[in-house]
């Protein structure tokens, strides 16, 4: 594979990201619906003073009701996050085996540099990648975990809300019912907008929910997978002795830059110790791994496994190939 190739190669890869992306958002947004019809169903059933009442039977219930329903949208959260982060990582690791792999081959050097290990390596890369996911902390000092069920935690309390703007608003059950419905699938002013005209006071308590219940996991969720490919990127480039140890911070499509990440991708390259961190939520920038000379690479592996001292070659064999 040349170099041209491998750019190609790597760009289609990355394409995925958002494609993937996307899918995890649907999915997400999918298990808010369904934690929202739960929701409604059972405000359909009730007199909703009762749901308002904290000693009631059926606030308890409902309660009960909300907590199982915010644990089903972190339990989904948590599912597709990590699945998805491994399908985008496998995606670009293909390019690296791919490259390296025939690099060996053209340079003969099979017998101390097995395909598989190269595969094995990638595997192993994209194994921590994903742990790394689960066990950071984020500045906030919580890890992935706890953000995902504090942000899915806040889907009881926006429940809450609507019920007592709905009550306020002298709204029946089954129309509070549908209002939980239509907010959760279209947000608050989908929802203030089957009110009609605001009763008196009802203004006070429809302020306080959100716009968007599913929004924060969203935002997140993006970051989250952001941000671990921007990991993965990084130690897929290390994993190989095709790449220079130089990065490029490469620039999302659409969407205008109005942040640091344009001077980032103007400062690029990076060596690794100086690639900047995630700069910000829903930063959706990528980074590349630079490659060597292909023409010196391949003369330096030829060199390498005819018994040449290569020093770049000799260090990632030791410290990376056979640790991998
Ligand atoms: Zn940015
Ligand atoms: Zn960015």
Redesign the pocket.
Known sequence: MTNAEYQKQYRRARQQFPKLTQRAMRDILRAYRTAGKRASKFVAGSLVEGLTTPTAKAYVAFQGELKKAAEAIAGEIEKITPVTVKKAADATAEVHVKYLGEAVETAEAGAKVAKSGIKNLYVGVNDRVVRDLVSRTSRSGYTFSKSVWRTAGDFPVQMNRVIEAGIAQGRDAIDIARDITAYVNDGKTAMIKRYGKLKRGVYGFAQRISDDVSWQALRLVRSELYMSLQNASVAQGKATCAADGKYDWVLSSGGQ?K???GTLADNSPYGESRIPGY??PN?R?TITPRLRDEKKFNADLKRWVEGEKVSHIDTWYKNVYKQG
Do not use: D
Request: charged share 0%; with cysteine; aromatic share 0%.
């Open positions: 830059h942040c640091v990440c700069p910000h930063c920038c």
